[in-house]
Structure formats: C-alpha cells, structure tokens
C-alpha cells in the first residue's frame, strides 16, 4: 500500500468511526492530539503525508514533501471529507417530539399534540437527529415517513413513556394509598410490639405489609434500607424525621437463685464486687445499655453480650446482674429488680428519612406505632414520668 493509499485508509477511518483504528496497515501512524479528546493525526511518514483533524474542524492535510500532482489526485477525495460530529446525549425531552411525529403524522399535528409551535417541533427534531447523528424522518411535501434509525428510536421512546408513566404512577400511590411494603429496623426485643402494631394497622389497610428486621445494627435511612426505624435515641442527622414514641424504664435485675446464692448488692457502689452482664461497645448509643460499664468499676466477672434477650436469659440463668428494660424483665417470673430506682429512663423513637414525611404507608406506620406505645404505656415504665433521662 503506497502513502497515499495509507492516509486514504486514515481518511476513510476518519469518516466512518471519527477515531482512529486499533489496528491500523503498517507504516500508517496514529496519536491523539492534547488539544481535545477529538483530535488526532494520522500520518505516513516515509511520504511526509500528514492529516490532522480536530472535532467539529475539517481535516487539515500537511503536505511536507507532497508533489503538486500527488496533491491534486487527494483534493477530490478530501473534499468529500465530511467534518467529524461531536456527538451529544440526546435531550430526553425530544424523544416526545420524535413520538408526538409518528403518532401525529404530521409537524402540525405533533405540535397540537404537544401544545408548542411548528418551528419547534421542526427544530427539537432536528436536534435529535444532530445528537444521534442519523436522520430519523424521510420528508415528503406533506407526509413523512420514519427511516430505520427513526423506528429504532420510536421504539426506544415508547419504552421510556411506558417506564416514566409506570414510575409516576407507582410514586403516586405511594403518596396517596396507604398500600404496599413497608420495611421497619427494629432491636429485636421490640420486633413482638411493632407486629402488633403493625396488625391493628392491617385490620384498617389491608394492602400494607409489613416486612420487618430486628437488629441492633443503626441502619442506614437515607440509603432506603429500611422505611422506619425504631431506636432508643435522637438521630442527629439533619434528613432524619424522629417521632417520640414514649419512655422506657430500665432497672437492674438479678435472679431469685443469685440473690439466694450471693445475696443482692445493697448499692450501685457494691456492684463491683458481683458478676456483670455488660455490653458489647456498639450497642453504647442506647444510655440504659452502657449504663452497667460505667458503673461496674473494678469488677472483674463479667459476661459480654450483643443482645437484650441473651443479657435477659444469661441474668435469669443466675450467671449475673444485668441492666434491662423493664417490659423484658417483667416477662420473667424468675427475675427480681436489685434497686428500688430505675437505673435509667429513655426514650424510644420512630424515625424515618424526611423524603418519607408524606408517604402514605410511612405515615401510618408512624400513627400505628404512636398508637401502640401510647396504649400500652404502663407497660414500658415502673411507673409513668417516673424519671426523666434529661435529669439526669
């Protein structure tokens, strides 16, 4: 292949793909220009042939050691040179236009279809097929016809319509219709309450349905990991929307068998000097659960936990004195409370993301669990406002 073949090879890359090949004939030299991501040279050397081309500029031929015939026999075939596009995303906005156009058969048409004039029916169709870079309609005087590339995208377009109307749909009822799945975090000593507020919920909204987690882990709202979340503490996120829902008592428990075994520490200050149940660092956001590790002193026998029912079970069990609420405690016969005081007194909290604030089924949620707590008040406390956590 001469030179001039192999520049012409460049050209015909130029104007078929607008980059250079990845696999070019020999001798035919290729590199990106740092002008712009669209520029580029390719060259054959041995000829002193060179093309440069820049996006949106025509090619540009150096002809360092070209004979002026060897220049003619190149100037019809570079004048046939098309520019290279620089290709945009396509407005989504024009995928109407392109389908008011077929639907309507006709500019006039499309544009009553749509409530804009013909200009800009004309113009937003012409930008499409700009960005796409193929035309999309065939005009006659006053019919068109759709190319190949103008179905493809028709279609392309219908299933945007479909997708976009579905999604509004979908966000609609969401707002509106108390229906659907809401999922709620709970720790799971709390997981019996939020299903049975959850059911008096579904005896009002049959379509909710409740997908509940019990764990202790804080989960992420703003990620969508779950739509409510029950925790017994204040979120200091800004996004976060926090609904009180009551107070919880928290008291030291011992078992019947370790106070007979050991007898009861008769202070805070003698506790030290007992088995404790403690817990595991990550559970310390909740005060009522770090409270025993501040006060435990010098103790040495401790037992670590990461759950309130294993802390209950290993307290009743006589293995150690464990701080608990109080509705866990009073399940269990074989528990007894070691202080006359509440150790603590904290809050619970329905807490969502404010995107969530107007959701139907979020909302309802929030009431049921308002409701519940409210109701069963009596049962979270020694006694009602015995203690106030911001006394403290």
């Not at 980059?19 to 020999?26: D, V």
């Not at 190319?147 to 377009?157: D, I, L, N, Q, V």
Request: aromatic share 6%; glycine share 8%.
């Amino acid at each position: 292949m001469g030179g001039l073949d192999r520049l012409q090879t460049g050209l015909d890359f130029l104007q078929t793909g607008a980059r250079p090949s990845p696999s070019p004939p020999n001798d035919l030299h290729q590199r990106r220009l740092p002008s712009s991501d669209d520029a580029f040279q390719i060259a054959t050397p041995r000829t002193g042939l060179e093309l440069r081309i820049d996006g949106g500029q025509r090619p540009r031929l150096n002809r360092r050691r070209l004979s002026a015939r060897a220049a003619q026999s190149l100037r019809g075939g570079f004048a046939q040179a098309v520019t290279v596009p620089r290709l945009m995303e396509p407005e989504w906005s024009d995928l109407r236009i392109l389908l008011a156009l077929s639907r309507a058969g006709s500019v006039a048409g499309a544009a009553r279809a749509l409530a804009v004039d013909q200009s800009t029916v004309s113009r937003r169709l012409t930008a499409l097929e700009e960005s796409v870079g193929a035309r999309l309609i065939l005009r006659g005087n006053r019919e068109f016809s759709l190319t190949a590339e103008g179905r493809a995208m028709c279609t392309a377009a219908e299933s945007i319509e479909a997708a976009v109307a579905e999604a509004t749909r979908t966000v609609r009822v969401a707002k509106l219709e108390v229906a659907g799945t809401v999922r709620v975090s709970c720790p799971a000593a709390f997981v019996p309450h939020v299903l049975a507020a959850l059911a008096a919920v579904r005896e009002k909204y049959p379509a909710l349905v409740g997908e509940v987690s019990g764990a202790y882990r804080t989960v992420d709202l703003a990620k969508g990991e779950a739509d409510v979340a029950l925790r017994g503490f204040r979120p200091t996120e800004p996004d976060l929307v926090a609904r009180k829902l009551g107070d919880i008592s928290w008291r030291v428990y011992g078992s019947r068998g370790y106070a007979k075994a050991r007898s009861l520490p008769k202070t805070i200050a003698d506790l030290p000097n007992h088995s404790l149940v403690v817990y595991a660092a990550p559970m310390h956001t909740v005060p009522g659960l770090r409270w025993m590790d501040e006060h435990r002193g010098e103790a040495t026998q401790l037992t670590r936990v990461d759950n309130l029912e294993i802390a209950a079970d290993v307290v009743e069990s006589g293995a150690g004195l464990g701080c608990l609420p109080c509705f866990i405690a009073a399940k269990r016969s074989e528990m007894v409370p070691v202080f006359d005081e509440p150790a603590w007194t904290s809050q619970i909290y329905c807490v969502f993301h404010e995107s969530a604030r107007d959701t139907a089924r979020v909302r309802a949620a929030s009431d049921a669990f308002a409701s519940y707590f409210d109701a069963n008040a009596d049962g979270f406390l020694v006694s009602r406002g015995l203690l106030d956590s911001d006394d403290h």
